[in-house]
């Protein structure tokens, strides 16, 4: 805990970070973008030949297919809802007056059509669907949002509103779980070419409550998922920065995504935590860009 | 016990065939069970007959038949006669 505190603070000293009075709600100096931006381009440059769609959703999803995604069932305690002022103008001299009393306004709010965007690919499946079936050699999308999760820290590794570059594969099993190989590959080569330590390891969500320890000891059961894990604020507990997950046939099944042949998608997808990436690259290589590793800023910058 | 466990997974398990075309041997996620059915089964399961399911039987394995599932409540059951 303490490493993470003085990690925090000296990226609000050094102005990367800035400070808004929420754990996990920061802001980003240039610098900062500079380092995601230059980070999403060698993604780019590694993946860019694969012929991914590239589709931009914002951070906020239609609440119907959220409801429908069944990401309450799994981890409720993570979601975040928007709820906005939908009174008349006697609500609103209320709503006034409870705000100048300093009791609890939001009460009365309501909850719009919108929820914040837990996982960039979430707002995917349902518009792939719609297209009717894939084509023969399946789908790959490329995708970026910022998403939100409701895990207030002080370990900056843990923000609660965050970018999340993701990979989603679509195919037969094999195709899907050769996407997810390639990238766990990939993953490893990329980092090591930017100076971090990497470490892949078997992993599991965090699924809410004791029922969901059983969803817990299936997934990692079936190795359904990996993490990429370099060090940041501990060396014990290294921090997840890249997440490798292999859906069998659920979001086909639940979203109706069908292959050519009519049978049902398989599916998978590769995250970056770009914040995550940025963090690690200025934990190991120093707060000060400029006086990185020659090799490191060449590899980001050229 | 086996009647019982039937019940429940008509009731909660989802499947897309009757519960009386499924042997007591027979793979219930091959069958159809998906991990979030499998977890209100647990749920339903304690709830039934009165047990709390320890780490060690929260996995697939407890849930994938009638039979395990029989074996696992029965388990539980003599562990907590014995403790």
Known sequence: MDAQISFLDRLFTSGLLLDTGVDGLYGRSGRFEDIIAAFERLIDRTGGDDGAEAIRFPPGMNRAIFEKSGYMKSFPQLAGTIHSFCGCELDHVNLIQC??????????????EIVLTPAACYPLYPVVAQRGNLPEDGGLFDLQSYC?????SKDPARQQMFRMREYVRMGKPDEVMEFRQLWMDRGT???????LPVNIDVANDPFFGRAGRMLVNNQRDQ??????LIPITSTENPTACMSFNYHQDHFGTKWGINLNDGTTAHTACVGFGLERIALALL???????????????????G | MNEAIRELLAKVGGLPVSIDQITDEEDLYNAGLS????????????????????DQYLNRKS???IKAIERTVEAILKNNEDA
């Open chain 1, 99 to 112: 705000m100048d009393e300093g009791k609890d306004w939001t009460k009365e709010q309501q909850a719009t």
């Open chain 1, 148 to 152: 939100f999760r409701h895990e207030p």
């Open chain 1, 189 to 195: 080569q990329i980092m090591q070419r930017v100076g």
């Open chain 1, 223 to 228: 190795n359904l998922k990996f993490e990429l």
């Open chain 1, 283 to 301: 934990h190991h290589h120093g707060l000060d860009i400029e006086a990185w590793p020659e090799q490191v800023r060449k590899e980001l910058w």
């Open chain 2, 35 to 54: 991990s979030f059915a499998s977890v209100q089964l647990m749920l339903g399961i304690e709830d039934k007959f009165d047990i709390e399911f320890s």
């Open chain 2, 63 to 65: 849930f994938s038949s």
